[in-house]
Nanobody
Framework: QVHLVESGGGLVQPGGSLRLSCAGSGFTFSSYTMNWFLQAPGKERDFVASITSGGTSTTYADSVKGRFTISRDNAKNTVYLQMTSLIPEDTAVYYC?????????????WGQGTQVTVSS
């Protein structure tokens, strides 16, 4: 059974930092592109960052470039999101996503989310 479990969320002051973690199990973690998305109250789920299966390439939403860093440790089946210079607009539930595109289908798994609140 596939599991993605996020951790590391919480309340932080503007300008502060947090590191989110997402541990995967039940699938071949190293074969999947790993992504972070966020969903603010009343809004759609938006892309934050992505890292390829081998960790050689990353992509970021414009709103987080220069502030957030995605990384992964395939030996630990874990992906991270280091968030710095946090602003109130970063407040959202952050979701981990594992995605693998095959010829005949796309395998797509989601975690349950972790709340990040940026407030003084």
């Amino acid at each position: 059974q596939v599991h993605l479990v996020e951790s590391g969320g919480g309340l932080v002051q503007p300008g502060g930092s947090l590191r989110l973690s997402c541990a995967g199990s039940g699938f071949t973690f190293s074969s999947y592109t790993m992504n972070w998305f966020l969903q603010a109250p009343g809004k759609e789920r938006d892309f934050v960052a992505s890292i390829t299966s081998g960790g050689t390439s990353t992509t970021y939403a414009d709103s987080v470039k220069g502030r957030f860093t995605i990384s992964r440790d395939n030996a630990k089946n874990t992906v991270y999101l280091q968030m710095t210079s946090l602003i109130p607009e970063d407040t959202a539930v952050y979701y981990c996503n594992a995605r693998r595109r095959l010829v005949i289908r796309v395998d797509d798994y989601w975690g349950q989310g972790t709340q990040v609140t940026v407030s003084s």
